[in-house]
């Protein structure tokens, strides 16, 4: 069970308690829920984004799928699915596929479906395929303040 460094350093500067939560190695939101026992809606999932503006982290719960038409309209850009590669170099200390929904660690712009804002507690890839960082409601909310916008995704 492993938390990658620019979490843990941006989670420990921000003041933020969080636990660490081991599963088995998964590839997709839906097994890690299912894996760590987690209901699919309390998992945040990230994805990136991006367009001539650059790269973009919309955050949803792992049960949900971005609208990117809402997306671009709620920001005025166009954006698109950014490939591995990109992924790779823009967070380096993760493995691919395993990205945190903490982008304001990698400086990477973030807007979080207001969807996340509801729960009493949260479940978020750590940066690897077997850890989620679970913290509370109140404290990822703390965390995302300013970063939330209206809801730009779909339950599955």
Request: aromatic residues 8%; glycine residues 8%.
């Amino acid at each position: 069970m492993a938390i990658v460094a620019t979490v843990e350093e941006y989670l420990r500067v921000k003041g933020v308690e969080y636990d660490l939560v081991s599963h088995p190695h998964t590839h997709a939101s839906w097994e890690t829920a299912h894996s760590a026992r987690v209901r699919g809606n309390f998992l945040a999932k990230a994805v990136v984004l991006a367009d001539e503006q650059g790269y973009l982290m919309a955050v949803v719960p792992a049960t949900h799928h971005i609208q990117l038409a809402w997306v671009d309209e709620i920001l005025g850009r166009h954006l698109g699915l950014v490939t591995e590669e990109d992924l790779s170099s823009l967070f380096p200390d993760c493995e691919v596929g395993a990205v945190p929904p903490f982008g304001p660690a990698y400086g990477v712009r973030t807007v979080v479906d207001e969807a996340l804002f509801e729960l009493p507690e949260l479940f978020l890839e750590a940066g690897d395929h077997q850890s989620l960082v679970q913290m509370s409601g109140r404290q990822f909310r703390a965390l995302m303040y300013g970063h939330k916008v209206p809801r730009f995704s779909v339950h599955l």
